[in-house]
């Protein structure tokens, strides 16, 4: 009786380990790609009302932006030298084939010479977590 104990023991232990763990499954599967909600959520809390934070500057751009911004004399997250009095997202779009989305971005200066700009925030719709990708400015 020993030896069939042995052999289904030796057996079982080959079976677990050829099977795949549910934490290998989950450490290796891609996480599911970020909407169009979850983006304008982001782009939304990442702008607020006057800009980002020195904290969204630091921790939610790319290592794009941050070389683009070291080699710029404006702020490249706002296409501006200044702070605007406002900040609204506008819609997003997602293109899953090219993997990104973005939104325009409208600020808004009062005073005497009142006006508004716009530019198009990016993001990776895989990146994780969820960063600003790139910013290209209106004109």
Not at 6 to 17: E, G, N
Not at 31 to 58: K, M, V
Not at 74 to 102: F, M, Q
Request: hydrophobic share 40%.
């Amino acid at each position: 009786m020993k030896p069939l104990t042995h052999t289904l023991c030796a057996l079982l232990v080959t079976v677990v380990a050829a099977a795949p763990s549910a934490a290998a499954t989950t450490a290796t599967a891609p996480a599911p790609p970020h909407d169009a909600a979850e983006i304008r959520t982001f782009l939304t809390d990442f702008y607020g009302h006057h800009g980002p934070s020195e904290a969204n500057r630091d921790d939610r751009i790319s290592q794009a932006l941050r070389d683009k911004q070291q080699h710029s004399d404006v702020d490249v997250l706002l296409c501006s030298r200044n702070t605007p009095e406002g900040i609204e997202v506008g819609s997003v779009t997602v293109a899953p084939g090219a993997r990104v989305g973005w939104a325009t971005v409208t600020t808004h200066w009062g005073g005497a010479d009142a006006r508004t700009d716009t530019f198009t925030a990016y993001v990776r719709l895989d990146s994780r977590p969820i960063r600003l990708d790139d910013v290209i400015c209106a004109g």
